[in-house]
């Protein structure tokens, strides 16, 4: 397993289009996290899986967002209508619940990202 | 989720020990430190996280003070490419999601 992967690495869009992101997590994770960050700021947590449920979305994710998981493996996130303000690095991050850590969750390990201009 | 405050830049030099502090003075019993980092263009990696006693792993130490309020992050022997932000995190046991802050850059020069 290579790790957590993600599709495609830069997405270049006009405002208005609708953008697909996909994230394919490590094969043994049953959770599935999204992130966005922005630059010179922390990632900014909006939804988690866990298997193919989606467990909590954050207000971040406003309506022209949608994340799906429908076989529990790998994830897509849809941003519909644009706007410049959705500029941002989109990454996604993976971990297996009930790990050996002690405290039931294990680090997550994140994936490099989809880097997306809204031009 | 506790706040946490971290100095927001950082200088070492190369084969030196990297001490990254981080206040977290209102945190709760059932929470814990996590520690990750971002090197440029990438994801976030995982270094070490802890509830009260010390941690060490083949990336880091992680020091908690008695009162649980702050802690330092040690990089026993940096190099170049522990050039990262790096982010302290403070997380409630059992819950999911992560609360990242700015981070402090630590940039290792030779």
């Known amino acids: 397993d290579t790790g957590v992967s993600q599709d495609p690495r830069h997405k270049i869009t006009k405002r208005g289009q609708n953008v697909t992101f996909r994230c394919d997590p490590i094969?043994?994770?049953?959770?599935l996290y999204w992130y966005r960050q922005t630059l010179g700021q922390g990632p900014e947590f909006l939804t988690y899986?866990?298997?193919?449920?989606?467990?909590?979305k954050s207000r971040l994710l406003s309506d022209r967002f949608s994340a799906e998981r429908p076989k529990g493996s790998f994830s897509t996130l849809e941003i519909q209508r644009t706007e410049q303000g959705d500029s941002a690095m989109y990454l996604c991050?993976?971990?297996?619940?009930?790990?050996?850590?002690?405290?039931?969750?294990?680090?997550?390990?994140f994936g490099s990202g989809t880097r997306l201009t809204v031009v | 989720d506790a706040k946490t405050t971290q100095p927001p830049s950082m200088d070492c030099a190369e084969g030196r020990a990297a001490n990254l502090p981080c206040n977290h003075s209102?945190?709760?019993?059932?929470?814990?430190v996590y520690w990750y980092r971002q090197i440029h263009s990438q994801g976030p990696q995982y270094i070490i996280h802890?509830?009260?006693n010390n941690e060490t792993n083949e990336m880091a130490s992680l020091i908690i003070t008695e009162d649980r309020k702050s802690s330092t992050l040690i990089l026993p022997h940096a190099t170049l490419r522990d050039t990262a932000v790096y982010y302290c995190?403070?997380?409630?046991?059992?819950?999911?999601?992560?609360?990242f802050g700015k981070g402090t850059m630590l940039l290792v020069s030779p």
């Open positions: 991050a993976s971990s297996l619940a009930g790990s050996s850590q002690g405290d039931g969750f294990g680090g997550y390990t």
């Open positions: 094969s043994e994770h049953n959770r």
């Open positions: 899986f866990q298997n193919e449920a989606q467990l909590e």
């Open positions: 209102t945190i709760s019993g059932n929470e814990y």
């Open positions: 802890g509830l009260k």
């Open positions: 995190i403070v997380r409630v046991a059992g819950y999911s999601t992560l609360t």
